[in-house]
């Protein structure tokens, strides 16, 4: 007999998908940051949460899918409310985003969920869909700003959404330093200066 539905579909037998998606996702975050991403393999996963290997190949049918979805848990969708202010948006994202940069595990889920969306070509479709998901908001402070009058016009959303999501995750994962206020500060200051109207 088949779990509870969500959705409409099935999750099939044992426990069902909301239930399992806490405890799954929580030892895919303890095992990358108490041993690192090579920790995480399915079955140290499955031990870990305490269900089997095919309910979690039935939710997440490839490693990948499962990082994505351990990362959204951490670097998820963020809404920012409309404070009538460009600059007070986006340090508002920033901030938010650096207390997640500042958890214990995070550089290395990122490191690990970068590094394994590039050995595919192209990148897993559940990964840009992630990405897009993500910046959404950046780009919505974006989009108000122009509508205010605050930002050109012209600025080219995308690359200036690219910018802005780079920076903390750069400084953490590349440059191996943890991203601080100071950094948040310079970046929403370099980033308004860049794009506001003359």
Known sequence: MGGVRRNGSETGPGRPRLEMDGP?????????TEKGMSAVTIDAVAARAEVSRAAIYRRWPTKHDLLVAAAETRVGEHDVPDQGSFRAELAMLLTARLQVYRMPGTNRLLAGLIGTGAEHEPAPAVYAVYTERITEQ??????????????????????????????????????????DDSLVE?????????????
Do not use: K, Y
């Not at 690219?162 to 330093?177: D, G, K, M, S």
């Not at 310079?186 to 003359?198: G, H, K, S, Y």
């Open 186 to 198: 310079q970046v929403v200051d370099l980033i308004t200066r860049a794009v506001e109207t003359p």
């Open 138 to 179: 950046t780009r919505r402070i974006i989009r108000r700003g122009i509508a205010r009058g605050e930002v050109r016009a012209e600025v080219d959303v995308d690359a200036v959404t690219t910018l802005i999501a780079a920076a903390l995750p750069f400084r953490l994962v590349a440059e191996l330093r943890p991203p």
């Open 24 to 32: 799954v996702l929580g030892a895919v975050i303890d095992l990358i």
